[in-house]
């Protein structure tokens, strides 16, 4: 039971150097408040991108360790100045590159709070309150994703560890076969193809399978590929289809890929890192129809779930693999044996030590409640629809992959200037520097059918359509001075 202590300060009597008064904690404590506040209000008024080359930043900071300590205020005064500037503003409603996340406040609060609370998730024992808000949020996400009861996971530092554990999973599940394959589609994320890699997969038995029109993975020749690997020897462990590619958000065909992974007793795992949580959502949940049959599924809160970095998810939908895979028995932990329903969620994976990641979805959650998440991701879809619609109104610029969840690929491309595929490329590059350097937005590119091209991912919650609007504008602008002065 817990019981409150009276607060003193103990200054007198602490001998540690590494100690402050209570005065000086709350006195850093709130200036650091008051910075974090500022800079979320203050967000749109910024770019939000700026970078800086490393001979400028080597100079300040590749220096000894200081002996003596220097004081905190200039500390924090040259952090604010010339650290945190010089990076990706993810948060920024114009911050359109990658996959940016706009964490809400509750959630940085929440890892502010786990952090001074020195939470470590790793037993029962240690740590039972902040296990079962873990155990509450997986069975949270277990039903978002219509995964049947025996199904269970934990949460990670991201996807691409929560792969890791995923495929060794998978690897077990068949045996550990000498000749083992694994199969995805070519617009995979690379943390597949290094997941793979860790659990000993050569790289030659990683097969790419082309995607189809719509970047989703061919189907006919994922199963042809199977069949002749099997014929030739070949012990397929994974397929891996994706829930939302980073490159233009899309979808594999997830019922058909569950039929064929039973039929051929082969483990099929998602990677809804991006476009998981966008089955909090009518529209998302049919979107990603077929999710709930995969054998083990990867998603990021600190993606489209709002949470500040680090929180992936990897869940399975026979937990009792999972702890048959990674629970491990040692005599220093034999204490923390406390049977069936106080899981010791360490032995679901590879950490041991493991920071409390479900608190700010918890906290979060319970301050705004689903219906505002849910609101919010549908608000991402509509402002990706609209800048679709935008884009294949516009005369200048050429949709190059249709929005499924967020991701709109597109260049500058006016209707009838006939440019050769080498202008189009440089124009667009030239234009993509441009909005690096000189706009308030940022955004990232990727190829489309080899073809290079400006990508935005939408998913901050702050982000509105004249944010995206002004974007586009932008790149028609930029697009047009850069013909011009050809
Ligand atoms: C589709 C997809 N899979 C996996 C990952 C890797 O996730 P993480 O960066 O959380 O390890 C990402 C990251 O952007 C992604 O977009």
Not at 99 to 106: H, I
Not at 276 to 296: H, M, N, P, V
Not at 348 to 373: E, N, P
Not at 444 to 463: D, E, K, P, Q, Y
Request: negative net charge; glycine residues 4%.
């Amino acid at each position: 039971m817990a019981s409150t202590t009276p607060i003193v300060d103990k200054k007198s009597e602490i001998t540690s150097r590494l100690s402050m008064s209570r005065e000086e904690m709350l006195n850093l404590t709130n200036r650091v408040s008051e910075i974090l506040v500022d800079q979320n209000l203050n967000l749109s008024s910024q770019d939000a991108w700026d970078g800086e080359f490393s001979d400028g930043l080597a100079k300040i900071f590749m220096t000894d360790p200081p002996e003596d300590g220097r004081n905190i205020d200039e500390v924090l005064e040259q952090a604010t100045r010339k650290i945190f500037p010089y990076s990706l503003k993810l948060a920024h409603p114009k911050s359109f590159g990658f996959v940016s996340v706009s964490p809400t406040w509750p959630s940085v609060i929440a890892d502010f709070l786990v952090s001074g609370m020195n939470s470590n998730v790793c037993t029962w024992l240690v740590a039972s309150g902040p296990s079962q808000i873990e155990l509450t949020v997986i069975e949270w996400i277990r039903q978002w994703l219509g995964y049947p009861d025996t199904a269970g996971g934990l949460l990670t530092s991201g996807s691409s560890v929560a792969s890791v554990e995923a495929f060794v999973v998978a690897r077990e599940a068949a045996d550990n076969p000498m000749r083992a394959t694994v199969y995805m589609s070519d617009q995979t994320h690379q943390s597949i193809i290094r997941a793979a890699r860790v659990i000993g997969i050569p790289a030659d038995n990683i097969k790419k399978i082309p995607s189809d029109d719509s970047f989703s993975i061919n189907v006919n020749q994922l199963a042809e590929t199977v069949v002749e690997d099997v014929n030739k020897g070949y012990q397929p462990v994974l397929i891996v289809a994706n829930a939302g590619t980073t490159s233009t958000g899309a979808i594999d065909s997830l019922v058909w890929i569950a039929d064929f992974c039973e039929s051929q007793n082969i483990w099929f795992h998602v990677d809804a890192a991006y476009g998981g949580f966008a089955c909090i959502t009518q529209r998302g949940k049919k979107l990603l129809k077929g999710i709930e049959r995969a054998d083990s599924i990867t998603l990021d809160a600190h993606k489209w779930l709002y949470q500040p970095y680090e929180v992936g998810c990897l869940m399975v939908k026979n937990l009792q693999q999972l702890e048959n895979v990674y629970s491990m028995r040692s005599d220093v932990l034999q204490d923390t044996v406390w049977g069936k329903d106080h899981p010791n969620i360490a032995n679901r994976g590879i950490q041991l030590s493991r920071t409390f990641r479900a608190f700010k979805i918890w906290m979060s959650v319970q301050s705004f409640g689903m219906q505002a998440f849910r609101d919010s991701v549908e608000h991402c879809l509509v402002l990706a629809d609209k800048a679709q619609h935008y884009i294949q109104n516009s005369s200048s610029l050429q949709l190059l992959s249709p929005s499924m969840l967020s991701i709109v690929c597109f260049r500058y491309n006016p209707k009838n200037a006939n440019l050769s595929e080498t202008a189009i490329e440089k124009f667009n590059r030239k234009i993509l520097v441009r909005v690096f350097w000189e706009d308030d937005a940022f955004m990232s590119s990727t190829m489309v059918n080899g073809a290079f091209a400006l990508r935005i991912c939408i998913i901050n919650h702050t982000t509105t359509w004249n944010d995206v609007k002004e974007t586009l504008d932008a790149v028609e602008t930029f697009g047009t001075e850069a013909l011009e002065s050809n």
